[in-house]
């Protein structure tokens, strides 16, 4: 518990790297950080800090200065001052230096700003000097009176740098890899860069692991009875010897321990049961393949449904972050139509036909489908519905039919029956809307004055006939009103009568 507690602690250590006063606390290391073994006063911190163009008080700067203290990341400095003045030593006599752990922490947030967000690239002629390195070093160790230790020294020191290197790049670069492809708004132009990327830069890559991974295995196994005693003689001398003497804790360099051996075996070779990392570098390419697979997929689909709008939407994006509250609401607005619902209208008529040239404000509105709107896809999800019965509606149809049918029968007959006097007789609404719809069709046939105006209605078994007669006021009655017209008469005959 206590060591676990002692290691928590030191995480401290990154405290002042997300504070409010973050920017303040990072200058103050990087002035620590600019040189070997540096000795600063709060004074001496405030001046240099005018120099780089931040400005801080004396006493926020040992205000500062202490809290760093306080996380570990510096020390109060042991140095001895000699001054001439009062003066210059109230400006000298609080000093401070930089701790390791500090020292460490600012190293590693300086490469984090520095190289975030780019892709770093993968040496891969480093894999080929590790090969290169560990055959040599194996055909030494195996031979009588097996290596030197300034010759192991210097053999395994290389080797292992060239190993973390490589190492670490690959994992910078894949994880910047799987962060792009992980997005899935990717232009055209996009996607064909990171598909040569993929399909030329990580397949040679992995070509070349495939191809040097057996090797380097082949000369690990050769070697592996010998890293006991190479260890040995590594660890021999140097500062780790000292460093036992006085009860001090030193971190070896990297191939000084059998754990940093063990690592590297299990980065070429399944050991365990555990998959080596040759082996996850190759399934982190198939699901590479498999992602770029999906975006292009995506893409066929969304070039049948329309014109991608993301360049349009990322300019609406920047427009709306660079302006005020109200300029924005106004962009948005306009952009999206979203405006209130200040005034009521007619329902769009379904069939009529929107020009692609109509502006939303005055077009109708469109019902947008739910899958649609919610998942972006016009796919329909789940299972098929059955058909549905739709005997009954088809029943009540024809009986609706059948009784309009009888209606214009019975609405036939009874201007059949007051044809010789249309005047004189009381129509029924049936028959008057019946009459009016005979003149319309009447005299969209002809014309009354050359005796051409007239229609026949062959389910009725009746004919409709417009006369010219100048002069003439022909008035019908019906319960819906009087129905006046000039200069014509109307003529209402049986077919029988008229083919006879």
């Known amino acids: 518990m206590g060591e676990a507690g002692e290691e928590l602690g030191r995480l401290e250590a990154f405290t002042y790297l997300t504070v409010p006063e973050r920017a303040a606390y990072l200058a103050i290391m990087r002035l620590f950080t600019a040189s070997l073994m540096t000795d600063l006063s709060a004074q001496q911190v405030v001046e240099e800090l005018a120099e780089h163009g931040t400005e801080l008080t004396l006493d926020a700067a040992v205000s500062r200065l202490n809290q760093l203290v306080g996380w570990g990341n510096l020390l109060p400095s042991s140095h001895t001052v000699r001054v001439k003045s009062i003066e210059e030593y109230q400006r000298a006599r609080s000093r401070y230096q930089l701790s390791p752990l500090g020292e460490r922490v600012q190293r590693h947030a300086d490469d984090v700003l520095a190289s975030a967000d780019a892709a770093r690239e993968i040496s891969r002629e480093l894999l080929g000097l590790i090969n290169t390195g560990l055959a040599e070093l194996a055909d030494r160790v195996t031979r009588p009176g097996g290596i030197d230790?300034?010759?192991?020294?210097?053999?395994?020191?290389?080797?292992?740098?060239?190993?973390?290197?490589?190492?670490?790049?690959?994992?910078?670069?894949?994880?910047?890899?799987?962060?792009?492809?992980?997005?899935?708004?990717?232009?055209?132009?996009?996607?064909?860069?990171?598909?040569?990327?993929?399909?030329?830069?990580?397949?040679?890559?992995?070509?070349?692991?495939?191809?040097?991974?057996?090797?380097?295995e082949h000369h690990l196994q050769r070697l592996w009875p010998y890293v006991p005693e190479l260890v040995e003689t590594l660890r021999a001398g140097g500062l780790a010897g000292a460093a036992a003497e006085l009860g001090m804790a030193v971190q070896r360099s990297h191939g000084h321990d059998v754990a940093d051996w063990v690592a590297l075996r299990a980065w070429f070779s399944d050991v365990d049961g555990r998959r080596s990392e040759v082996t996850q570098l190759r399934d982190a390419t198939m699901r590479a393949l498999q992602s770029l697979l999906a975006n292009a997929k995506r893409m066929i689909r969304s070039s049948g449904q329309g014109a991608s709008r993301r360049r349009e939407l990322l300019r609406l994006a920047a427009w709306l972050d660079a302006a005020d509250e109200d300029t924005a609401t106004d962009l948005f607005t306009a952009a999206f139509g979203l405006y209130p619902a200040r005034h009521l209208g007619l329902a769009a008529d379904p069939e009529a036909v929107v020009p692609?040239?109509?502006?939303?404000?005055?077009?109708?509105?469109?019902?947008?489908?739910?899958?649609?709107?919610?998942?972006?896809?016009?796919?329909?999800?789940?299972?098929?519905?059955?058909?549905?019965?739709?005997?009954?509606?088809?029943?009540?149809?024809?009986?609706?039919?059948?009784?309009?049918?009888?209606?214009?029968?019975?609405?036939?007959?009874?201007?059949?029956?007051?044809?010789?006097?249309?005047?004189?007789?009381?129509?029924?609404?049936?028959?008057?809307?019946?009459?009016?719809?005979?003149?319309?069709?009447?005299?969209?046939?002809?014309?009354?004055?050359?005796?051409?105006?007239?229609?026949?209605?062959?389910?009725?078994?009746?004919?409709?006939?417009?006369?010219?007669?100048?002069?003439?006021?022909?008035?019908?009655?019906?319960?819906?009103?009087?129905?006046?017209?000039?200069?014509?008469?109307?003529?209402?005959?049986?077919?029988?009568?008229?083919?006879?």
């Open 356 to 500: 692609a040239t109509a502006s939303w404000w005055p077009a109708a509105a469109v019902e947008v489908p739910v899958a649609l709107r919610e998942r972006g896809t016009r796919a329909a999800r789940g299972r098929t519905s059955g058909l549905a019965d739709r005997s009954a509606q088809q029943q009540a149809l024809v009986e609706r039919a059948a009784a309009e049918q009888q209606r214009r029968t019975a609405a036939a007959a009874e201007l059949l029956s007051a044809a010789h006097d249309l005047p004189g007789m009381r129509l029924s609404s049936t028959a008057v809307r019946l009459l009016l719809e005979l003149v319309a069709q009447a005299l969209g046939a002809g014309d009354p004055a050359l005796g051409n105006a007239a229609t026949l209605q062959l389910d009725l078994g009746l004919r409709c006939e417009l006369i010219s007669k100048p002069r003439h006021t022909l008035t019908l009655r019906s319960a819906d009103g009087d129905f006046t017209a000039n200069d014509i008469d109307i003529a209402i005959t049986r077919l029988e009568e008229q083919g006879g």
């Open 149 to 216: 230790a300034g010759t192991a020294r210097e053999s395994v020191a290389t080797m292992f740098a060239q190993f973390w290197m490589f190492r670490d790049s690959v994992r910078d670069f894949y994880a910047f890899l799987g962060q792009v492809l992980a997005r899935f708004d990717l232009d055209s132009v996009e996607y064909g860069g990171f598909k040569d990327l993929l399909l030329d830069y990580v397949d040679s890559i992995t070509e070349e692991v495939v191809l040097l991974a057996p090797r380097i």
